[in-house]
């Protein structure tokens, strides 16, 4: 494990960001429980990627309020490898807002080779669902974008998008530090062996 990589997590108010992190990480959390709004929370795990390396992972809860006005601070938007966007599936607006949050991240990229994944959230309450599944995946495939649904009443289900992310965020670039040299002509053992 060498340098500690960084991951975004964000999203409207409410969508499950924290409960999220809180099943994923501890296996503690109670479906329905009061909640209190994030302001910013940072997690630390270490996540075994499809290569079956142990990464360090820093994990960057941050609280947004709701509404168009509120914004990623800019100094987020440089900090991290890897970004999760999440929304509700049972909250059309908090999907709607994705499309602004990602526009930013493709904004203050620069030049890195940044990873965005999204999660649809209490993707179980099919009875109060507003984005279907069909809605989202056209949407993250148009962005080039992965696509999960979860549920934190189902803790196999939030793995999968956490070891994936970590896993291209991690992945060797596969250069060299050598650059190639020039090539020379040399004798060949045979010429040598005439003499």
């Not at 991951?7 to 429980?33: D, F, M, P, R, W």
């Not at 599936?89 to 994705?98: E, G, I, M, V």
């Not at 994944?117 to 495939?141: C, H, P, Y």
């Not at 962005?143 to 009443?153: D, I, Y």
């Amino acid at each position: 494990m060498g340098k500690s990589n960084k991951i975004l997590l964000c999203g409207c108010s409410g969508v499950g960001k924290t409960a999220i992190l809180e099943q994923l990480l501890y296996g503690n959390h109670i479906v329905e429980s009061p909640t209190h709004p994030t302001m910013e929370d940072i997690y630390t795990a270490v996540i075994e990627t499809d290569r079956g390396v142990k990464e360090k992972v820093r994990i960057f809860d941050l609280g947004m309020p709701d509404g168009n006005e509120a914004d990623i601070p800019k100094h987020y938007l440089t900090l991290p490898d890897g970004f999760i966007l999440v929304y509700d599936a049972t909250n059309f607006d908090s999907f709607k807002r994705l499309d602004k949050l990602k526009k930013e991240i493709d904004k203050h990229k620069d030049k890195r080779e940044g990873h965005v994944i999204v999660i649809g959230n209490k993707s179980e309450l099919n009875d109060r669902r507003q984005v279907q599944f069909e809605t989202a995946m056209a949407w993250s495939s148009k962005e080039k974008m992965r696509l999960w649904e979860v549920t934190v009443t189902n803790r196999k289900s939030l793995v999968d998008p956490f070891v994936w992310l970590t896993s291209k965020i991690t992945q060797p670039t596969g250069k060299s530090n050598f650059l190639p040299g020039r090539k020379t002509k040399s004798s060949s053992s045979s010429n040598l062996d005439k003499n």
